[in-house]
């Protein structure tokens, strides 16, 4: 009896790496929040996931009206010596703003830029300007830079254009005006103003890159599971025409034959017999007509007659042959099996034993076909690959005529039409489950 080991759990990762992982997925949360569009007066990163990212606007913006509005106004007015009233007006004028832009960065950039101005002409007649920065305080350095941080990260290209070219006019013009108390201070707001801008608007557009970019793949996954259903389905409807077109032929030649095979028969079972048969001519007629437009220009090979279990044992040998050890358990007498089953039954073992040479080369594997309860029983299970997976740089070679390559889709579209089930998944020891059921008098799909 074996007793099964449950290995320790892995030790917890040191401090610094768990630091440094929650970095990363708060830049990767805040790069998503970037790309994502906001509805105009939403808040600045409103779509990101994470509350803490949500919250980084506001506590930024508390951040810096709580330090900048006290030191303007404390500046204005003892180095400055601008009138205590006034300079607290332009201080809030300057800084209280910086809230209103965490929704709505533009407006605020217009009243925060005029109370700029406004402050500037006001320095000019002060008397503590000399020596000091002009016409723009330290204060409003930084909490322009803020600002410019909001309007870079909401607004389009041409506009963060107009609000640098603006920026800078005004510099020019108050350096025109005096370029006695003008230090060069506009010339470093200018240039700052620049480089946060196109910071800033170059991680919204990637951040919008990337989510485009994840929006294009789950649509082109979408589509291409919807292309592979809709090739199996045509690949089954293709399959089901030799199946259904056996039958009918049949019908047509006893229909046909039945006026000379049996003597004394009354003109209206002659009619009747005739008309059977002229039936059956044209749903041949529509069936062949139907069958030109399912089937692809690669498709010759698949006029041959349908597969069904009597050749799963030469299936088992090719999958031998590709260098997988694989045994095959059949009854000695099947008894009569549905075409449709027979042939489902066959595509099912097929798929199976290809994916098992393509996902687990090596793997022992065992193909089980049983008959109980009027259900037929199709199982195929392989154990964990000896090689590790496919050898690198090269496929493992397939055998041939190894599936159509759609895996678990066909099998499932194989199973509803007969009206069945099917049980697929993984396997305590790495190895690979294939269970199908389908009963051999064939129901209506659900």
Same mark, same amino acid.
């Given at each position: 009896?074996?007793? &099964? ?13 768990? &630091? ?17 569009? $906001? ?34 106004? $404390? ?152 292309? $592979? ?54 749903? *041949? ?29 030469? *299936? ?17 007498? *099947? ?17 199976? *034993? ?72 993984? &396997? ?19």
């Amino acid at each position: 009896m074996k007793t &099964l080991v449950t290995p320790p759990p892995p030790p917890p990762p040191p401090p610094p790496a768990r &630091l440094r992982d929650a970095l990363r997925a708060s830049l990767r949360t805040l790069g998503t929040a970037l790309g994502t569009p $906001t509805e105009p007066g939403a808040p600045l990163l409103a779509q990101a996931g994470s509350r803490p990212v949500r919250l980084l606007p506001y506590v930024v913006a508390v951040a810096l009206v709580a330090s900048l509005l006290p030191v303007t106004v $404390t500046v204005l007015a003892g180095d400055y010596q601008v009138n205590g009233a006034l300079a607290g007006a332009l201080a809030t004028a300057q800084t209280a703003p910086l809230l209103l832009a965490v929704t709505r960065p533009l407006q605020a950039w217009w009243i925060i830029g005029t109370a700029d101005v406004l402050g500037a002409l006001v320095l000019l007649g002060a008397d503590g300007v000399a020596d000091r920065s002009w016409p723009w305080t330290p204060m409003i350095v930084i909490g322009y830079l803020g600002l410019m941080l909001a309007v870079g990260l909401r607004e389009p290209r041409r506009t963060l254009l107009g609000v640098w070219l603006v920026t800078g006019a005004a510099g020019g013009a108050f350096e025109v005006i005096s370029q006695r108390r003008s230090d060069g201070i506009h010339v470093l707001l200018f240039v700052l103003t620049g480089v946060v801008l196109l910071l800033t608007a170059t991680l919204r557009e990637r951040g919008d890159a990337q989510r485009r970019l994840a929006e294009q793949e789950t649509i082109s996954e979408a589509e291409r599971a919807r292309r $592979t259903l809709l090739e199996e389905r045509a690949r089954i409807a293709r399959e089901l025409h030799d199946v259904v077109a056996h039958h009918m032929s049949v019908i047509t030649v006893q229909a046909d034959s039945a006026p000379y095979r049996i003597e004394g028969l009354p003109e209206a079972a002659r009619e009747e017999f005739t008309t059977i048969a002229a039936a059956a001519r044209e749903s *041949l007629t529509e069936m062949r007509r139907l069958l030109v437009v399912l089937r692809s220009e690669g498709a010759e090979g698949e006029r041959a007659p349908q597969p069904g279990l009597d050749r799963v044992q030469q *299936l088992v040998e090719a999958t031998v042959r590709a260098g997988v050890p694989a045994e095959l358990s059949l009854p000695a007498e *099947l008894g009569p099996v549905p075409p449709a089953v027979d042939l489902s039954a066959y595509r099912i073992v097929q798929e199976a *034993l290809a994916n098992v040479v393509r996902h687990a080369p090596g793997a022992p594997t065992r193909v089980s076909v049983t008959v109980a309860d009027g259900r037929l029983t199709v199982l195929v299970v392989n154990g964990p690959s000896e090689q590790g997976g496919s050898p690198r740089g090269r496929s493992p070679v397939e055998p041939p005529g190894s599936g159509t390559g759609h895996g678990l889709v066909g099998m499932r579209e194989r199973v509803r039409l007969t009206g069945g089930t099917l049980d697929t998944g993984p &396997l305590p020891d790495g190895g690979f489950r294939v269970a199908a059921r389908l009963p051999l008098t064939v129901k209506e799909p659900a």
